[in-house]
């Protein structure tokens, strides 16, 4: 069964101190791994798509990367407005475009 | 440029009752979806579309109906509300069936 799991559930940090958040999946086959951001009562704003091992993508103080099992988020020098639930889900080889979420990891960045 | 836009944001219902929820777009994607949002279970799928008069069950279709005789909107309707439906509903749609989707903001159901 295709699966995705985040890691940890929640992540406290103080401004400016760097961290990373876990995303594993088991799936049959991958299309495209994305990240998501979430604001408390807003819907998921797309962040970044990775396709294949090895692939890097960068925003601000946003990197992520990807393995044939788990893709990272990593954040350097976090800010309060960084704070927000991050969201990863997983493509299957299809024409449904369905995804596969993870159940999110919800960051607290206190100044 | 509105997108994605979901109707009503809240609503309050009883069980029993019939319930539409509305999501309309502007940029003519072709495949459009239904999620649920509950704690502990993150986002998952109740129907999707991959184009007008196309639609398919996901992973949590039990109690929805939905349609799509327009492009332009994908109505999930709960033909008789239960309390264990009460959750964030989210739309989102998307170009060709292998790029990101875009989210609208939500419709928050309590079903009493």
């Known amino acids: 069964e295709d699966q995705v799991t985040q890691s940890p559930e929640a992540l406290r940090l103080q401004e400016g101190e760097s961290s990373s958040l876990n995303c594993s999946y088991t799936?049959?086959?991958?299309?495209?791994l994305f990240w998501y951001r979430q604001d408390p009562g807003k819907g998921p704003e797309f962040l970044f798509t990775l396709y294949s091992a090895g692939e890097e993508k960068e925003k601000e103080r946003l990197k992520a990367t990807l393995t044939k099992k788990e893709s990272f988020l990593h954040i350097t020098a976090p800010k309060p407005e960084d704070s927000a639930t991050y969201l990863c889900?997983?493509?299957?080889?299809?024409?449904?475009?369905?995804?596969?979420f993870g159940q999110g990891t919800t960051l607290q960045v206190k100044p | 440029d509105a997108g994605i836009t979901q109707s009503p944001r809240y609503k309050i219902t009883e069980t029993g009752r019939q319930v539409t929820l509305m999501c309309h777009q502007t940029w003519s994607h072709s495949y459009m979806f239904w999620y649920r949002q509950d704690l502990g279970h993150g986002l998952r799928l109740i129907y999707y579309s991959a184009a007008a008069d196309i639609t398919d069950k996901g992973e949590v279709p039990d109690g929805y109906v939905v349609s799509r005789s327009k492009t332009e909107n994908f109505p999930l309707t709960l033909e008789s509300a239960t309390r264990s439906q009460t959750s964030v509903y989210f739309c989102?749609?998307?170009?060709?069936?292998?790029?990101?989707?875009?989210f609208g903001d939500g419709t928050r159901l309590s079903i009493l």
């Open positions: 989102a749609t998307e170009r060709t069936g292998d790029q990101p989707q875009h």
């Open positions: 889900a997983v493509q299957v080889p299809s024409n449904t475009g369905k995804l596969i």
């Open positions: 799936v049959s086959g991958l299309r495209g």
